[in-house]
């Protein structure tokens, strides 16, 4: 599964430097990273920029993505292609794979998962043979289709980085990232995911249907695109890696920025359509995904765009609405404004 | 359907205030155009409008309905209910089965409410559907109130009638009444409209309202508040031209007028003590003396009449000839105030010298003067034995005096009256004219109505006809028969006021009732003397009422005391004093102004001065509040990026701007080592809002005070 794309780390250096032209230090190369994955990503599958976009911070920023969407609407792809950009480098373990993809069922195990200890007559031992989750990339078709029992070796593998089998654990890989799917309307025979569980997801992205300018392009360039994959751009592992490091440690987040996501979560949680609100655990995996944010915006420091483009996708799936109230964004738009309104003003002060 | 009041409730009282403020306007317009009960339909009309558009205006089939269809629609029903309101008046059998005045009334009720009605949803709807609509309403309303005010500008508010009776008596200009409750509409008015919804709005509001002050503030500056001038006679029409027009007039043709009686025309202040023996004050302004050849005139002649004093001066004028002597005449000092402008004055009998004084009032006082008299303390006994004629009477004088139309029955009359004096009295001139008079007192009837007017001799017609005539008749007819028997005399004119009308105070008012002729005979020694006749029978009522607080509230006036200004307090204390209360409101709205002109120049100008740290902030501010100034804010909750890109069609660069202002304010770039340009991008910025932005909304956002309250 292995692609044989040359890394060009010259080329990085070029993408990079048009984001943050007048920062010559380590974001710079972080941003050229982020450029390479986007513009990697975005020949492979069409129209779905913000998707792509997303996915792309929820990867550097350490967290897993939820799609709800329909079949055949380029999700694999999507996962492919995204593994695939980060396959160069030298492998640190040779069980590691760019990406793989797991099509779950209600009779799937939680050994076909994580792997199993099989019995090697040769050398008279138990070897670990390594399941689909040994991946950078990692897609999850339709995880609320298999039973609770995998959906939990699952999602204890996304939180923890590591599986357990028989009492011996094996650490996953750091770029391990999760995009899981699920189809929102085909719910028969479903077992969906309990809230606490989908706070174990980043992002939840609702994808619709591309638009028709996009469709047509995708019709017309499908067989180049199979093509061109082997010859794209790609990163290294250790550069995804790096890149998380430096956005980290280089992209700043303002008080104000945290007094308004702090307000946000606290109107939220007081507004009357609100069942249950967000958690604080979400709020702090929410700071990274908003400097990733900033950096692929060529900022060094994170704004209110970030939050307007994020926090929907980071609350929406973490809050419980009370019965009758169905309009999350109207409930996420009107608790949002107050605070984001103090924070505008407060850049004038 | 609790959902459903929730939504309603809020929006009942400010829909009720505005119904209220829109309905006063349409009944302060009607009102001159129409009668009562069209007022009032219109009235209803407006709110019940103002009620039906604000809770329909968003829902079907009014909500799809398009803003010019409503316009049309209203228009409509308001040409079609004029025209059913003329065809009920107008046809024939309405009017049998009601009375007419029903009828009429029931058609002006029908075409002012129709009126109401349409006008009200045209504006309502105007206002909710299009920006300007606001502005139309205000100006509605302001034009409702001014309209009252200016039609009324010379001369009193009479409608309505009982804020400008209220105000009157109470010596409140009823302008600034109405100048409050008009203030009062529109800046309510305009408040609705603010807390109405659409924020975007509000500049086009804040501009009006700033215009609207302003003009007032500059208007109010220059002529003050318009103020009705009095009328001439405190509301009591009275014979304004009297004064002026009667001498050239037949003086015969005053029993025709029958306007009212008792209206004032002077006060008079006495300054020394004096009480007529006769029972009249008697106030000479002016004699006919010399016969024209019809009748009798005012003298052309120098050497007639000298004693009169013509015209008015500015200072002091004496009178050219004084009485013989002064024994038994007493100094009197008058000051006497004309309510009703005279061409000459008068004064207490008899005037020797007239002198300007002050006006304490002229919006009351046409002119004010003191009067000095010598009034006669004798009695008849002094008369009894007196020669006739002053000394230095040339013969063409005194036979000036003793000239009467060539009819003899007047010395036939008056011969045969004297017929009867006793023997010791037979050649005393005073007793002969006392027979005269008596004559006349015995036999004359006193009446308004009379036959003599167009008579070539109204006296004679008078003398030998039915003796039914008033004042003028019974002087002439004496004064005629005085001349035939050789006694100089002339009719004195001016005013006689019952001596109980001043009821012990010292002012006494003269009432246009009070005009009187009376015939005078000059006594060697005495000077000019008043035989007055006085019938005993009478057709007309000539008591008036004595008026004793409007004589007592002049007299204060005219002594200039502090009495008057307490009057007028003791009628103000329940109202606030108006006066400050506007000055205190321009003020105000003054200080308000120049502080908002000042914040804003302020805001503009500090950028240059201060230092790198804030120039972020400051400069970012400054071109914020060029934006808002030409109506480009930012929104509520919208973040500054969003803004930049909306602002980007009129400002291109400041998406620029706002990233440079963002990375100084939430990142870590330290603001004194951006080496970004902030006055260069402020002056970019400038020259991308002149060459996109129209120049009259630039010249509003300059001249707009409060533009900078929504940069944020």
């Known amino acids: 599964m292995t692609s044989d794309a040359m890394p060009e780390p010259d080329n990085l250096a070029v993408v990079g430097a048009t984001a943050l032209a007048n920062e010559p230090s380590a974001l710079?190369?972080?941003?050229?990273?982020?450029?390479?994955?986007?513009?990697?990503?975005?020949?492979?599958?069409?129209?779905?920029?913000?998707?792509?976009?997303?996915?792309?911070?929820?990867?550097?920023?350490?967290?897993?993505?939820?799609?709800?969407?329909?079949?055949?609407?380029?999700?694999?792809?999507?996962?492919?292609?995204?593994g695939e950009a980060i396959s160069g480098g030298e492998q640190v373990d040779a069980s590691i794979v760019p990406f793989r993809r797991i099509q779950f069922t209600p009779d799937l195990l939680p050994s076909d998962v994580t792997g199993v200890p099989v019995f090697d007559a040769s050398s008279n031992a138990f070897h670990f043979r390594h399941g689909p989750l040994f991946a950078h990339v990692v897609?999850?078709?339709?995880?609320?289709?298999?039973?609770?029992?995998?959906?939990?070796?699952?999602?204890?593998?996304?939180?923890?980085?590591?599986?357990?089998?028989?009492?011996?654990?094996?650490?996953?890989?750091?770029?391990?990232?999760?995009?899981?799917?699920?189809?929102?309307?085909?719910?028969?025979?479903?077992?969906?995911?309990?809230?606490?569980?989908?706070?174990?997801?980043?992002?939840?992205?609702?994808?619709?249907?591309?638009?028709?300018?996009?469709?047509?392009?995708?019709?017309?360039?499908?067989?180049?695109?199979?093509?061109m994959s082997g010859r794209l751009a790609t990163v290294t592992r250790d550069q995804v890696l790096n890149a998380r490091k430096e956005i980290e440690a280089g992209v700043s987040i303002s008080p104000a920025i945290k007094t308004a996501l702090v307000d946000i979560s606290r109107k939220l949680r007081e507004d009357d359509r609100v069942l249950q609100g967000n958690s604080t655990r979400s709020m702090v995996l929410m700071l990274p995904a908003l400097q990733v944010a900033a950096a692929l915006r060529g900022r060094d420091f994170v704004s209110a765009d970030d939050i307007e483009l994020l926090a929907p996708r980071v609350l929406g799936h973490r809050v419980e609405l009370a019965p009758g109230v169905a309009d999350m964004d109207k409930v996420l738009r009107d608790t949002m404004r107050e605070p984001m309104e103090a924070l505008a003003r407060s850049t004038l002060s | 359907?609790?959902?459903?009041?929730?939504?309603?409730?809020?929006?009942?009282?400010?829909?009720?205030?505005?119904?209220?403020?829109?309905?006063?306007?349409?009944?302060?317009?009607?009102?001159?155009?129409?009668?009562?009960?069209?007022?009032?339909?219109?009235?209803?009309?407006?709110?019940?409008?103002?009620?039906?558009?604000?809770?329909?205006?968003?829902?079907?089939?009014?909500?799809?309905?398009?803003?010019?269809?409503?316009?049309?629609?209203?228009?409509?029903?308001?040409?079609?209910?004029?025209?059913?309101?003329d065809l009920f008046v107008n046809t024939g059998l309405f009017t049998l089965l009601m009375s007419p005045i029903a009828v009429f009334n029931s058609g002006e009720s029908i075409k002012w409410f129709a009126i109401g009605a349409s006008i009200t949803v045209a504006l309502r709807s105007l206002a909710h559907r299009t920006s300007y609509g606001a502005v139309v309403e205000i100006l509605f309303v302001a034009a409702a109130f001014v309209i009252t005010l200016a039609a009324h500008r010379n001369g009193m508010i009479h409608r309505p009638f009982f804020i400008g009776d209220y105000a009157l008596t109470r010596g409140i200009d009823p302008a600034s009444i109405l100048m409050v409750f008009g203030c009062g509409a529109v800046l309510s008015l305009a408040g609705l409209?603010?807390?109405?919804?659409?924020?975007?709005?509000?500049?086009?509001?804040?501009?009006?309202?700033?215009?609207?002050?302003?003009?007032?503030?500059f208007y109010v500056r220059l002529f003050g508040l318009?103020?009705?001038?009095?009328?001439?006679?405190?509301?009591?029409?009275?014979?304004?031209?009297?004064?002026?027009?009667?001498?050239?007039?037949?003086?015969?043709?005053?029993?025709?007028?029958?306007?009212?009686?008792?209206?004032?025309?002077?006060?008079?202040?006495?300054?020394?003590d004096y009480e007529p023996l006769n029972g009249s004050y008697y106030f000479r302004e002016s004699a006919y003396s010399q016969f024209n050849g019809a009748m009798l005139d005012i003298t052309r002649h120098d050497g007639m009449d000298q004693d009169l004093i013509e015209h008015f001066t500015n200072s002091r004028s004496d009178s050219a000839q004084l009485p013989p002597s002064e024994e038994q005449l007493t100094p009197v000092r008058t000051t006497i105030g004309m309510l009703v402008p005279h061409r000459t004055p008068f004064g207490l009998e008899s005037p020797i010298a007239y002198e300007n004084v002050p006006n304490p009032n002229n919006l009351r006082f046409k002119r004010?003067?003191?009067?000095?008299?010598?009034?006669?303390?004798?009695?008849?006994?002094?008369?009894?034995?007196?020669?006739?004629?002053?000394?230095?009477?040339?013969?063409?004088?005194?036979?000036?005096?003793?000239?009467?139309?060539?009819?003899?029955?007047?010395?036939?009359?008056?011969?045969?009256?004297?017929?009867?004096?006793?023997?010791?009295?037979?050649?005393?001139?005073?007793?002969?004219?006392?027979?005269?008079?008596?004559?006349?007192?015995?036999?004359?009837?006193?009446?308004?109505?009379?036959?003599?007017?167009?008579?070539?001799?109204?006296?004679?017609?008078?003398?030998?006809?039915?003796?039914?005539?008033?004042?003028?008749?019974?002087?002439?007819?004496?004064?005629?028969?005085?001349?035939?028997?050789?006694?100089?005399?002339?009719?004195?004119?001016?005013?006689?006021?019952p001596a109980e009308n001043r009821g012990g105070g010292s002012a006494l008012l003269i009432q246009a009732v009070h005009g009187h002729a009376w015939p005078e005979i000059y006594f060697r020694d005495v000077g000019w003397v008043i035989v007055d006749p006085a019938p005993?029978?009478?057709?007309?009522?000539?008591?008036?009422?004595?008026?004793?607080?409007?004589?007592?509230?002049?007299?204060?006036?005219?002594?200039?005391?502090?009495?008057?200004?307490?009057?007028?307090?003791?009628?103000?204390?329940?109202?606030?004093?108006?006066?400050?209360?506007?000055?205190?409101?321009?003020?105000?709205?003054?200080?308000?102004?120049?502080?908002?002109?000042?914040?804003?120049?302020?805001?503009?100008?500090?950028?240059?001065?201060?230092?790198?740290?804030?120039?972020?902030?400051?400069?970012?501010?400054?071109?914020?509040?060029?934006?808002?100034?030409?109506?480009?804010?930012?929104?509520?909750?919208?973040?500054?990026?969003?803004?930049?890109?909306?602002?980007?069609?009129t400002a291109p660069s400041l998406r620029e701007l706002t990233n440079s202002h963002l990375a100084c304010a939430l990142g870590t770039t330290s603001a004194s080592q951006s080496d970004y340009d902030w006055q260069a991008a402020r002056r970019t910025i400038a020259r991308e809002i002149q060459s996109s932005t129209p120049g009259w909304k630039r010249l509003a956002g300059i001249i707009n005070p409060f533009s900078w309250l929504f940069s944020k």
Not at chain 1, 32 to 37: E, M, P, R
Not at chain 2, 200 to 209: A, G, I, T
Not at chain 2, 463 to 483: E, I, K, S
């Open chain 1, 28 to 82: 710079t190369e972080a941003a050229g990273v982020l450029k390479t994955l986007m513009d990697t990503v975005r020949q492979q599958v069409l129209g779905r920029d913000d998707v792509i976009e997303l996915a792309i911070i929820a990867l550097i920023a350490d967290g897993h993505i939820l799609l709800e969407d329909y079949p055949g609407s380029g999700k694999t792809t999507l996962a492919k292609a995204l």
């Open chain 1, 139 to 227: 897609l999850a078709d339709e995880i609320n289709r298999t039973s609770p029992k995998v959906q939990s070796a699952m999602l204890e593998a996304m939180g923890e980085k590591q599986v357990t089998v028989d009492n011996v654990t094996y650490p996953l890989d750091q770029l391990f990232f999760v995009i899981a799917t699920q189809n929102p309307l085909d719910l028969v025979g479903t077992y969906p995911l309990p809230t606490p569980q989908l706070d174990r997801f980043l992002f939840k992205i609702k994808m619709d249907h591309i638009d028709r300018q996009a469709e047509l392009d995708v019709l017309d360039s499908y067989k180049e695109r199979r093509d």
């Open chain 2, 1 to 85: 359907m609790t959902d459903r009041t929730e939504q309603l409730m809020p929006q009942l009282l400010p829909t009720s205030l505005r119904a209220l403020i829109v309905a006063s306007s349409f009944w302060f317009l009607s009102l001159t155009l129409t009668v009562a009960s069209g007022s009032w339909a219109a009235v209803l009309g407006c709110v019940v409008a103002c009620y039906g558009v604000d809770s329909w205006i968003h829902r079907s089939p009014f909500e799809r309905l398009r803003i010019s269809s409503i316009l049309g629609g209203a228009l409509v029903f308001a040409l079609l209910a004029i025209a059913l309101a």
């Open chain 2, 193 to 217: 409209l603010m807390a109405e919804n659409n924020h975007r709005r509000l500049p086009y509001h804040f501009v009006v309202l700033g215009m609207l002050c302003f003009s007032l503030l």
């Open chain 2, 226 to 272: 318009p103020t009705p001038q009095l009328t001439d006679d405190l509301g009591l029409t009275g014979q304004a031209q009297e004064g002026q027009n009667r001498q050239r007039e037949n003086p015969f043709n005053d029993g025709e007028n029958n306007t009212d009686n008792e209206a004032p025309v002077a006060v008079v202040v006495f300054r020394d």
């Open chain 2, 368 to 497: 004010t003067y003191d009067a000095y008299s010598l009034a006669p303390e004798y009695d008849f006994e002094h008369l009894l034995g007196r020669e006739l004629g002053r000394e230095d009477w040339s013969e063409e004088v005194l036979q000036e005096y003793l000239t009467l139309p060539d009819d003899a029955r007047y010395e036939e009359l008056a011969r045969q009256l004297i017929a009867g004096l006793r023997p010791e009295y037979v050649d005393d001139p005073f007793a002969k004219a006392w027979a005269i008079k008596t004559y006349l007192d015995e036999n004359g009837i006193y009446s308004l109505k009379n036959e003599h007017a167009y008579e070539a001799d109204p006296a004679a017609s008078f003398l030998f006809g039915d003796l039914t005539g008033y004042c003028m008749h019974f002087a002439f007819a004496a004064v005629h028969m005085f001349r035939s028997l050789g006694i100089p005399s002339r009719v004195g004119i001016g005013y006689a006021v």
């Open chain 2, 536 to 649: 005993q029978q009478t057709l007309v009522d000539m008591t008036t009422d004595p008026q004793n607080n409007l004589q007592q509230l002049l007299g204060d006036m005219l002594r200039n005391d502090a009495s008057f200004d307490d009057f007028l307090q003791s009628q103000q204390t329940s109202f606030i004093n108006l006066d400050a209360v506007l000055n205190t409101l321009y003020a105000l709205v003054l200080a308000i102004l120049v502080a908002a002109y000042l914040v804003k120049g302020y805001r503009l100008w500090i950028p240059l001065r201060s230092n790198r740290d804030a120039q972020y902030r400051l400069s970012y501010r400054a071109v914020l509040d060029r934006l808002a100034a030409i109506g480009i804010h930012r929104n509520f909750g919208e973040s500054r990026e969003q803004f930049a890109a909306r602002a980007s069609g």
